[in-house]
Nanobody, 119 residues
């Protein structure tokens, strides 16, 4: 059974940092692109960052460029999102997603982890 489990969310002051992790298991044997999405209260879910299977290509939404870094460790089936210089507008539930295309939601989702940035 395919499963994505996020961790690392929490409450942090503006300017602080958090590192989100996503543990993948049971995915079919396809070289997945891994995406992070987020959803703030009252807003639609939006793309945040992506990394291809090989790790040689990453993509970010404009609002997080220069502050967030996505990475993966295929040997451990892990994906990470390092978030620095956090802003209150980064407050959202962050979701890990496995798919085929960058910035396009795939079939597999985690349950989400809450990130709250206080001003």
């Amino acid at each position: 059974q395919a499963q994505l489990v996020e961790s690392g969310g929490g409450l942090v002051q503006a300017g602080g940092s958090l590192r989100l992790s996503c543990a993948a298991s049971g995915l079919p044997s396809i070289r997945y692109t891994m995406n992070w999405f987020r959803q703030a209260p009252g807003k639609e879910r939006e793309f945040v960052a992506a990394v291809t299977w090989s790790g040689d290509f990453t993509d970010y939404t404009d609002s997080v460029k220069g502050r967030f870094t996505i990475s993966r460790d295929n040997a451990k089936n892990m994906v990470y999102l390092q978030m620095n210089t956090l802003k209150p507008e980064d407050t959202a539930v962050y979701y890990c997603n496995a798919g085929i295309r960058v910035a396009t939601a795939g079939a597999y989702w985690g349950q989400g982890t809450q990130v709250t940035v206080s001003s």
